[in-house]
């Protein structure tokens, strides 16, 4: 039963892009600049104003040349005079950040041209299209938060483990002031890297934080596996190793190590795609630790699943569901309705255009962050 | 003048390993187990208990496939049936880690088997090849620094720049208490990413911290160069943006937020190969920031370079030299010993069987770290 539930859900996480075959592409604007996510000094890959990428990649010998990006397929890539292989992609991609890679010669490779990123359980190159509302994740003369690295120990899993928090600016200036926590978990795939680097949750922050948006509050993000980083091991999912890691070890490390407002009404949990997944199971089963609730393209919570609706609606302060209009947004308007009918504050977003990909993460988060801990 | 300073001492920082041809290998012990180093779940590449490095990697129509470890040449890979070119390399490798990449039908890319570190101005693959001495350097259980990436502005190259800072276990917990500072440059074609991932320099300091070994410091890694990425960049270079960057405006920023001992003799400098050159540059234009002075694999100070003996005398706590065997070590005693003689506190470092690698350069600073502030 469990595991159908999981399946169900992952159905849905997984749902890619819609592929619709479109004749009438725009004629391609000759006007590509190098992405913004290049490795230092790399022409290549570019992005036209379009959001048509083109690749240059050199392999003299080899025989074929592939680009994972570019709808169902990909986009193959010609051989030019010079030994370079070159190639635009065949259509315009979606605004945002998306993890691509090479088929050269049969075997999986990345761009010498692009920045690394985890997902799809490697180090994948990225690539970013740049979106009409980028303002909101962009890198301003503002005052800067930091993202510390902190290992910390775990006896469940017997080593040192790694989470980032996010602290903003000024956290060290009044050694007096404490802060809410907000818990935030990456996909599937990914690791407590992604939502620093694909996510710029940091950068969010800094902004929001900048104009006045919101109070400030901590970020803490770990790896929410603790074993199985295969797909196949995500159908025996159990949630309890990594809750243990969670909410028996890091919370308590975090609570003891940062300055903190440690109790139920400051502490939120959210996660994108099975990140979300893991929010929902991990905090429907520890009411008494998180107060708000955020899945970002990981599913909803509806009245009817709640078992305990008063305990539910004594303890939980807000429940946000959010995913990409390319997704099933359907869904999320009749969850987030029957949990504002039992009383509970309850909101959900769609991010248009976009896809199971990290703008729609980025603008789900942007949209969460003011909505937490508004007493 | 200044060039040709500069150019000799480039020559000298990047002579590379010996490379002599040597008939008679031990036979091959059939021990490997995957690098440290690899993504997660990956099985190749496999380093064995004699130093030699096994690779596979699925390219099946590729015509060739090469490994730039393994001597002048590198490692050619053989094509098995099962599509995957497999080698292992024709001699054992330096303990430590090493970067590397493949050659795939010409063009060049990284293993998919392993992770990826910023060196030779590209993310490069990286591998470990595990050090006799490798307990200094290991993740222990121990009480753990952090590893804080900080946005500073400068307004001399009109951006906001990352660097980051190693603060010691327990910096959080007495808001009274102020820290030393060591400033730690990184190579050519690496930047402020290195001495945290490849040096592990972090993980040093939390095993001395640990064993009593040293009086806990702040470490502020930043990138050391402004635009100069490529090295055709270097012959025309130009210590004053990147010192104008780190006397003018990140130590001031590290002095207003972190708590730092702000004054010259707790304030050091260090830095490897072209970070050494850098540091040597800055440190003795800026005598009344800097007390103590790092070299690793990146030249010398002699007494004869000196020009104001008595005001180098009066400022400077410590100048510490460091190679590895396989570089150049006969230049470092006498360098040494000039400054010796001239009654200031001077010291060498040769490390045993390593190249301009970052092995020479962990355990350099692992020796060091206990010289500073002394006080």
Known sequence: MKNTIIMVLLAGMFTSRMCLAQEDQPAIKEDFKPSTLNQPGQEYPQVNSQGYVRFRVEAPQAQSVRVSLGGRGGTPLTKAEDGFWVGTTARPEDEGFHYYHLTVDGGT????????????????????????????????????????????????????????????????????????????QHGWGEDETAWSNQGRANLIMDNLIAEGKIKPFLIVMTYGMTNEIRFGGLRNFDIGPFQTVLVDELIPYIDAHFRTLSDQPHRAMAGLSMGGMETKMITLKNLDTFSHIGLFSGGTISAGEITDMDTFKEKVKLVFVTCGSKERPDSLKPASDSLKEAGIESGYYVSP???????TWRRSFYQFAPLLFKD
């Open 109 to 184: 490779f990345n761009d010498p041209g692009a920045m690394h990123f985890y997902g799809s359980t490697r180090w994948e190159s990225g690539i970013e299209i740049p979106a009409h509302d980028q303002d909101f994740y962009a890198l301003k003369d503002v005052p800067h938060g930091r993202v510390q690295q902190i290992l910390f120990p775990s006896k469940s899993t017997n080593t040192s483990r790694r989470a980032f928090v996010y602290t903003p600016p000024g956290y060290d200036k009044d050694p007096s002031k404490r802060f809410p926590v907000l818990y935030l």
């Open 353 to 359: 255009d976009t896809a199971h990909e990290f703008l």
